[in-house]
């Protein structure tokens, strides 16, 4: 059974940074793509970053741009989304997803985890 689990968020202050980490495990099909999604408050799911299974093809969406890079590790079957210069604004759950395309379509995505939340506040 696939299991997709994100960690890391945390509250800081405007300015800070933070790291969260994703890894699935079990079987998630042929899920070539995941990508880094957020869901503020009374929001629906937008899509912050998308790559490739592989690592090969990334992408930032352009809002996110300049502040948030993605990485992983291939050995740890670990995704990381870096996050700089954090605003008010991204306050959300943040989840990670594994599909077959490389959307920024939420339904795109069947395999999610239950998300970790971060709090920008001052």
């Known amino acids: 059974q696939a299991q997709v689990m994100e960690s890391g968020g945390d509250s800081v202050q405007p300015g800070g940074s933070l790291t969260l980490s994703c890894r699935a495990s079990?079987?998630?099909?042929?899920?070539?793509?995941m990508a880094w999604f957020r869901q503020g408050p009374e929001k629906g799911r937008e899509a912050v970053a998308i790559?490739?299974?592989?690592?090969?093809?990334?992408r930032i969406i352009p809002s996110f741009e300049g502040r948030f890079t993605i990485s992983q590790d291939s050995a740890k079957d670990t995704f990381y989304l870096h996050m700089t210069n954090l605003k008010p604004e991204d306050t959300g759950r943040y989840f990670c997803?594994?599909?077959?395309?490389?959307?920024?379509?939420?339904?795109?995505?069947?395999?999610w985890g239950q998300g970790t939340q971060v709090t920008v506040s001052s």
């Open positions: 079990g079987h998630i099909g042929s899920s070539a793509y």
């Open positions: 790559s490739s299974s592989l690592g090969g093809h990334k």
């Open positions: 997803a594994f599909g077959k395309f490389f959307s920024r379509l939420p339904e795109d995505f069947p395999y």
